[in-house]
């Protein structure tokens, strides 16, 4: 309901935001649930929850977020705090730095690999990529604020 005073938990580990596959898309996604992509986006991605990029989707992308699927093309670096999955079907060409990855028989990874044996106590405390959507939201508004009332 819009303008409904109840706030509504979001589920990370469930997919909030599909890109269709008749969809281009250019521009950043922040988002703090999980995303799939069927279409193609030109773009970065920071995620709180998880990215699924499907067989025939395209992106040309740095992504970061909790676990990353990758089933079609991606061209860009991937960030997790937990594992990168490349299937059979998915192409990856760029830098990852994962917690662990799985590379199907039949997909493809050219690009360099970092592997974070554990989360780090900056992670926890934020420190990392991934981002609270509302917060940097929060955060940017009060900076335009600063910067309009001089």
Same mark, same amino acid.
């Given at each position: /309901?819009? !303008? ?5 938990? #979001? ?10 596959? $008749?969809?281009?898309?250019? !521009?950043? #996604? ?13 773009? %970065?991605?920071?995620? +709180? ?8 989707? =395209? @992106? ?9 699927? @990758?089933?079609?093309? =991606? ?9 990168? #999955? =490349?299937?059979?079907? !998915? #192409?990856?060409? !760029? ?5 662990? *990855? ?12 970092? /592997?974070?044996? +554990? *989360?780090?106590? $900056? ?6 990529? =991934?981002? %609270?959507?509302? +917060? ?15």
């Amino acid at each position: /309901m819009i !303008g409904s005073s109840k706030v509504r938990r #979001i589920d990370a580990k469930t997919t909030d935001t599909l890109i269709g596959g $008749s969809t281009i898309l250019e !521009g950043k #996604i922040m988002s703090e649930a999980s995303l799939r992509i069927e279409g193609q986006l030109n773009g %970065d991605i920071e995620c +709180a929850g998880d990215i699924t990029i499907g067989e025939n989707a =395209v @992106v040309q992308s740095n992504i970061h977020a909790r676990d990353v699927i @990758v089933a079609g093309k =991606v061209k860009g670096n991937v960030h997790t705090k937990g594992k990168l #999955i =490349v299937t059979s079907s !998915g #192409i990856l060409i !760029g830098n990852i730095d994962v917690r662990s *990855v799985i590379i199907e028989e039949g997909g493809i990874f050219q690009g360099s690999s970092a /592997m974070n044996v +554990a *989360v780090t106590a $900056s992670d926890k405390s934020g420190g990392g990529k =991934v981002i %609270d959507a509302k +917060a940097h939201k929060q955060q940017k508004n009060e900076q335009q604020a600063a910067a309009g009332g001089n």
